[in-house]
């Protein structure tokens, strides 16, 4: 059947020397009625190529099937009052709930909202006094969330309303009639696409418009930079951590005990390339950072002059990930062999207790209030679960479990070995009466990217496919932090092509040692894992029989002038600097794509509001390979409507998105359904 036709608008340009031909730039402007209309035609086409395959009712079914678990979010809180998100089987999105004094509330709750316009809570904090609930909700999970405030002394939401609450961080004192807040520009505010950057700390007073809120902070050198707050308890200092990309903190120090009087925040401590995430003791300063250890110390910093004194010292190779405190001790979420294992510490650094999950599953979350602290774990055969521990002379509590282990998946962990001799973990699951052929359907997944470690999670899609026979598994590749920043580091800019090697080498593995062989090796990642997977295509097209590319970065060229993509030139490089751009042009995808190969099977997916990456990358490399292909596997481009970059979504989209996905994987594969 073939394809919609894509009309080629050829644009030619010269970047750094280098003469550049796009084809397809044109697909660039998803607004533009052209576009829509080739949008429409390659979703139908879709449609019909995968209404062909044998099967999808079936994988839909079992999916929801394996679906009707809740969905857990960690809890937090303050002073009496705990917050979580909670989805329960029969919804359609999580809940925000509030707990206090033994009685639990309904904050915010998207299901009541109907189903044709779907939104969601981004995300939720409380006030220092436990009064207060603050949130943020999102039309479609674009994340450009507005920020509510509700009043536990009420019962009631407030009529204060504060747009561009991306992410937001906050700090409310206790007892005051205001609260700290950073937001991005409001429209008029800065000029055409710097809408996307420019966070700043502002004051507001509840009871009062937005409008006649008080700028307090903004980075001084960089556009890009995000601000995060931490208040003291006392509610007179204010921390604000100020991130450059992935790789630098900064911190300020800004008296607030008077917001009649505020000077202007200054300088408390500059590491250059560092991370640093403070939290408070009382009075204490306190910090996780990788600033003279890679793997991570515990400081305490002083306010006077930012002098660090240490705490704990990460062992090499053994990295900590977060922390939390308590009035009594310091939780760290490490890694041992990249394997989660949680760290308990007295408040002067002296090691207590350490806890390890169970199947190597990995920890999700971390959290805390005044009297305890809050984990999550999950794996591929571990449904999520949430202790809590208070009494370091008693064992965790269960909190809270979406559903018992998976007894007839097994979880093995095996050792790639890359082009540079790097050593690289991979994660391995299937059924308990599994044997080697040699041909078994499997599907690799991996990320490698912005010190982000890749943990093997639960997954009803996972779960699904490995009951029917299929193998899943998972890279952990440098670009992440399982091994501590040298390891995020030696896959970031310049290195970049060590990330492409460790997923290709672990996919060589799983061959090598006889799990499955390229006619029936499947290979998947979302985001910068799409970033991944679309790279595999083009350097290795003969290696996969089929390829899903998700919510994808592929024209590197061009990335960073997309939506919020400047930021991550940071992790990536920047293709304007010339000394950057061939780091870019020696992988980017879009631009490796060659006339007449033989490429495997491959679905694109993205969604109509992704506020993250840009579809374009979706449309512009769905037409490409379209052109290019010389075989006769499909090249197919499916686009989520009323959706983000992920978060958000529907169970009912997750269902129609996934059950497409694993049709597709399982058609090409051959693992029967």
């Given amino acids: 059947m073939p394809y919609p036709k894509t009309e080629e608008r050829l644009v030619t340009e010269t ?153 937001a961080s906050i700090a409310f004192p206790k007892d005051a009639g205001g609260f700290f807040y950073t937001r991005y520009p409001l429209p008029g505010e800065v000029q055409g696409n710097d809408e996307f950057y420019n966070v700043t ?132 979420h490490g890694l041992s062999e990249a394997v989660s294992e949680l760290r308990f510490y007295s ?54 479990q979406a559903g018992p282990p998976v007894d007839d998946i097994l979880v093995s962990r095996e050792w790639a070995v890359s082009k540079d001799g790097t050593r690289v973990p991979i994660f391995v699951a299937h059924r308990r009466d599994f044997r080697k052929t040699g041909e078994t359907p499997l599907v690799l997944s991996g990320y490698g990217g912005f010190n982000v470690p890749m943990l093997p999670p639960y997954s009803a899609s996972v779960r699904a496919w490995v009951e029917r026979g299929g193998v899943y598994a998972l890279a952990q590749m440098r670009g992440g932090s399982e091994f501590g920043e040298t390891w995020h580091r030696s896959g970031m800019r310049q290195n970049k092509q060590n990330v492409f090697d460790d997923f290709e080498a672990a996919a060589r593995h799983l061959i090598e040692t006889g799990y499955t062989d390229s006619a029936h090796l499947g290979v998947t990642g979302r985001s910068n894992g799409g970033l991944l997977t679309g790279t595999f295509v083009t350097q290795h097209p003969d290696l996969a029989r089929a390829v899903i590319i998700g919510v994808p970065l592929l024209d590197m060229l061009r990335y960073h002038h997309m939506l919020i993509a400047d930021l991550w030139t940071q ?41 993250r990456v840009d579809p374009m990358h979706a449309r512009k490399m769905t037409a490409l390979l379209q052109k290019a292909t010389g075989s006769q596997e499909p090249v197919l481009l499916r686009v989520a409507a009323k959706a983000g970059h992920g978060v958000g979504k529907s169970v009912d989209q997750w269902l129609d998105e996934e059950a497409d996905i694993w049709t597709f994987l399982s058609h090409h594969l051959h693992l029967p359904v």
């Fill in 15 to 167: 970047l750094h020397g280098q003469t550049i031909t796009d084809r397809y730039r044109w697909l660039e402007q998803g607004d533009a009625a052209d576009v829509k209309a080739w949008t429409a035609e390659q979703a139908a086409y879709t449609r019909e190529v995968l209404s062909g395959y044998s099967g999808r009712r079936a994988i839909r079914t079992r999916l929801a099937e394996l679906r009707h678990l809740p969905d857990l979010d960690l809890p937090h809180g303050h002073s009496g009052t705990l917050i979580y998100q909670r989805r329960d089987p029969g919804q359609e999105h999580t809940v925000l709930y509030a707990e206090r004094h033994g009685e639990r509330v309904v904050v915010a709750d998207p299901n009541a909202l109907g189903a044709g316009d779907p939104m969601h809570v981004d995300w939720a904090t409380v006030s220092a006094d436990g009064r207060y609930v603050l949130y943020g909700v999102s039309q479609h999970g674009n994340e450009w969330s507005v920020l509510h405030v509700f009043d536990w002394q009420t019962g009631q939401t407030l009529e204060d309303r504060i747009p561009r609450a991306r992410h």
């Fill in 571 to 611: 992790e990536y490089g920047s293709p304007d600097k010339a000394d950057e751009f061939p780091w870019l042009k020696a992988y980017s995808p879009y631009h490796h794509v060659q006339d007449g190969t033989h490429y495997p099977a491959v679905l694109l997916f993205t969604s109509e509001e992704d506020s």
């Fill in 347 to 400: 408040l002067d650094g002296t090691l207590l207790k350490t806890l390890t999950m169970p199947d190597l599953a990995g920890i999700v979350g971390l959290s805390s209030t005044d009297e305890a602290v809050f984990w999550g774990f999950e794996g591929f055969n571990h449904p999520r679960t949430i202790e809590r521990l208070s009494d370091l002379n008693q064992a965790p509590e269960l909190w809270a």
């Fill in 201 to 332: 700390v502002f004051y507001h007073r509840l009871g009062t418009p937005h409008s006649d809120d008080l700028r307090l902070f903004a980075s001084p050198d960089d556009k890009r930079a995000i601000p995060r707050l931490h208040l003291s308890p006392d509610g007179g200092t204010l921390i604000i951590s100020l991130s450059y990309g992935w790789t630098r903190e900064v911190l300020y120090h800004l008296d607030v005990s008077d917001i009649s009087a505020l000077e202007d925040a200054k300088l408390l401590l500059d590491l250059g390339e560092a991370n640093i995430h403070p939290f408070w003791d009382g009075k204490r300063l306190l910090a996780l950072t990788n600033a003279e250890n890679p793997d991570g110390r515990l400081v305490e910093i002083s306010l006077t002059d930012g002098h660090m004194h240490d705490l704990v010292q990460a062992a090499p190779g053994n990295p900590m990930i977060a922390a939390e405190k308590t009035d009594r001790y310091i939780a760290v």
